[in-house]
């Protein structure tokens, strides 16, 4: 009879251990922001949105252009005023042009770089033509299986995060879908 009472009393014990955490991490896996914010690319300068999220805490998304060598070789020339060029980058947002996709949050963030190819004679026929340079950084925890995808109008930066020594942890994400009329739509998830 002890030995059946004991029996019983273990597995209740390890029901209630074993479950209710796993109904914590699917509760925490509910709870994972996902935010969709837009920028202009034809604006050829640093876009940022900084707010608040449900939780207090502030959430940066940006979209930095990244200058190509050869801009900032005749930007340096014409510095000096010893060469004046007139074919100084393009006539944003056509042809191709880089860009670095982030967002940060207290303890982590994600980036990676894209280059997009806007046609002037379809702007809607953008591409994105190559992402590259994924990072991450994250406090207290680790990000693991991460891969960085692209298709002609999607780049996005994934992996499993894990946190306090593996009791927490869910898939993250950062995303920049391509639209029309060069606008690029940030989006993330942790």
């Known amino acids: 009879m002890k030995k059946w009472l004991f029996s019983i009393l273990i597995v209740t014990i390890s029901f209630l251990i074993f479950g209710g955490q796993s109904e914590k991490a699917h509760a925490n896996e509910k709870s994972i922001i996902e935010n969709e914010i837009e920028f202009d690319l034809s604006k050829n300068e640093v876009q940022s949105t900084t707010y608040n999220d449900k939780n207090g805490e502030e959430v940066t998304v940006s979209i930095e252009p990244v200058k190509s060598e050869l801009e900032s070789i005749y930007e340096n020339i014409n510095q000096d005023n010893t060469f004046t060029t007139y074919q100084k980058g393009h006539a944003f947002p056509f042809g191709t042009s880089s860009y670095k996709v982030i967002v940060t949050r207290p303890h982590m963030g994600m980036s990676f770089f894209v280059t997009v ?10 591409k994105i033509t190559k992402a590259y340079n994924a990072n991450h950084w994250i406090l207290g925890g680790t990000i693991s299986e991460t891969k960085l995808t692209r298709t002609n109008k999607v780049a996005k930066y994934s992996g499993n995060s894990s946190l306090m020594g593996g009791y927490a942890g869910s898939s993250v994400w950062l995303k920049g879908t391509l639209g029309k009329n060069a606008i690029m739509t940030i989006s993330y998830r942790f």
Request: net charge positive; charged share 10%.
């Open 117 to 126: 190819n806007v046609p002037k004679s379809n702007p809607s026929n953008a």
